[in-house]
Each structure stands twice: as C-alpha cells, then as structure tokens.
C-alpha cells in the first residue's frame, strides 16, 4: 500500500517521497498509511521494530539507519498491591523511547537524499535525532532551552550536532527552529509525522508481548503527545487486522505546574486554551502549547480515558520510590508512574493495565 500525507481532515495533500513537513496552512501532517499486521508472518523475525517492517513507509531496505532498536522489555511489576505491566523504553540507544521515531524518520531523510536537518527539543528528542544522523552521516541542528539538563547537551553535542541554546523557553526554542526549518528540513518529533510511524510500534510490541491480547488501559505522558499519538495509530492498526476489536482506554499524564490538556479536558473541550506555565521537574513534558494539542485531546475522548496531572512532591516521590526498586528513570518518567498510582485509586480489578518508563534517569542528573 502506498501511504500519503494529509491534513487534519485527513484530505490527501502530498505523497510521502516529497520532502514537505508541513501543510500549506503551516499546520501538521498526518501520514496514512493503514496496515494490516500479520502475527505469523513476523513471528520468526528478528527482536527489534523493524519486524514490522510492512508498517514502516519506507521504500528501501537500504536506507534503513538502524542500532536494532525496539522490543524493550515488558516487564509484570507489582505497584500499590496491583500487577501492571511497564514498557522499559528508557533502555534505548540514547535513553530513551524517541529512538523510535527518530529511526524511522531519519531513514526517511536518508531515503529522501537530505543532508541536512533542524529539530528542536527539551533534549531527548534531540539526542535521538542527533544519534540517527550521525550514524546515518547528515548533518544536524539542534535548538534547546538553555536550561536543559545538561547531560542532555553534552549527549547532543557528542553526537556531533550543532547545538543551539536558547534563552527562553521550550517554546523558543521551537520557534527559532521552526524559522530555521524555512532554510533546512525539519526534523521535528512533534510536527513531523513520520516520527509517529515510529512511535507507533510501542503499541505492536506491547500488544504482541502480551500474547496479541489487548490492554484495556495505558498510561502515557503527554507533552507533545509523539506517545500518545503513536500509540494509537498502532492501535488503529491492530484493530484493522482484526487482532483486537477496542481502543485501550488512553490515560494521559501531566504535570499539574503545566497541563493544558487537563484545562482543555476539565472544559470537555477540544481546544487547547491559553495557561499559566510554570518549571516542573518533568522538563520532558513541559509543553505548554502542543502543536498537535486537538489531535491529542480527540484521540482520548474517542478512547474513553482521561487527563490525570500529578505534583512535583507525587512526581520526587515515585522517583525515589522506583529508584529504590533498581529501576533509575529520569523524572519525567516519574511524573508517568505518578500517574499511574493515582489511575489505578479507581481502576477495576480486573483491567488490565500497561504504562512505560520513557526515558534513563542517567540523562538528567545534572542540571
Ligand atoms: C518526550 C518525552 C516524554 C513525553 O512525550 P511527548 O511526546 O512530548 O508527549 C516523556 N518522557 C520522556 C523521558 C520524554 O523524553
């Protein structure tokens, strides 16, 4: 089947070997490129994303730029008295699960014969695509907030990319990027959608690691919803090969100094209205103006879940309390399991419940 880009209307606007990022309007791509995934067919292949290789758009074996990512254990984990399920994706190549998308999307760049591309970033993003171009041999520059943990900058600049500090905020730091992309490709986690033909095999791995039986709820963050929305399109995927018949319920989490989904949800609205941001600790999602914000908020109403946030003492708790276990994340992935306890105060006994430890607590001790 061959896949296209499309607006939010889902009308077909470009094929996907153009090099276009955004639409006319300016505003995101969505991709389509609905797959039909066969159990059998892949059950020999080898351990990493790339078994669902038919799901990928991508023309060529060749381009693939590959560290034989993916399949990250799934480990049963016992937490306030209940069995969940955790997806350790904070064991990728750079520490953390944006290796996901940025193997696919970069082997598109290489595929589209691009020599050079921006992103910006809070700093994971960042050093995943940093990571791919360097083994793929392109050229990057990256922006980040100034205040980024600077174990993260060192990460990106060892990786051989250029490194932009900006002094400002997240969202700075995504606009000086964005004007730079007028001159080069973006690589954007959050505006280009080939990151999230990427992200989307999180859900594959989880659903095939659990027998192809479905999880009636997962837990994810939400920033700029890369998880989220790759999650689902995997879903969708799932439901079209007749693999499972619902849509997990979605329960996104989000630091209560700032959740503009949680405002958006508490009005049961679509739109994302304006708010107050302030620092959390869980720089990973501190976004306060998603660009794919409605598409966010859509997905979890259409899933029947719910927008959690969680404090900065809930979030340095389950930090600790994690740690204590053996397993060292980053905060941000705290701030996810903080969600989690709080989900599962009223979850039924016998949902079956999947969240994930996003990213390695080693990339974010130094401030
Ligand atoms: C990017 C990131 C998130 C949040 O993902 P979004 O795509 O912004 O919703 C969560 N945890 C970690 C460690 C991340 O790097």
Redesign the pocket.
Known sequence: MKGYFTDFEGNRLYDLDEPVWKAPNDSPLNIYFPIKIDPLRIKNRKYNLWRYREAIPLNDDRNIISFDEGFTPLLKFMLNGRTVFIKQDHLFQTG???DRGAAVLISKVKELGIRKVVQDS????GASVAAYCAKAGIECEIFVPAQTSRSKLKQIEMYGARLFKINGSREDAASAAFERAEKFYYAS??RNPFFFQGTKTFAYEICEQLNWKSPDAVIL????????LGWYLGFKDLILSGITEKLPKIIAVQAERCAPLKAAFDLKSYKIPVIKKNDTIAE??A?AEPVRGEQMMKIIYESDGKVLTVSEEEIVTEWKNMSRRGFYI?P??AA?IAGMSKYLESASEDELIVTTF??SGLKSSLK
Not at 122 to 125: D, E, K, Q, Y
Not at 221 to 228: D, K, M, V
Request: proline share 4%; hydrophobic share 25%.
């Open positions: 953390s699960y944006k809070s700093g994971n993003a986690h959050c963050p939400a920033g700029n919803g890369t998880l989220i990973g999602i976004i980053e941000t992935s996810t996003t990213g």
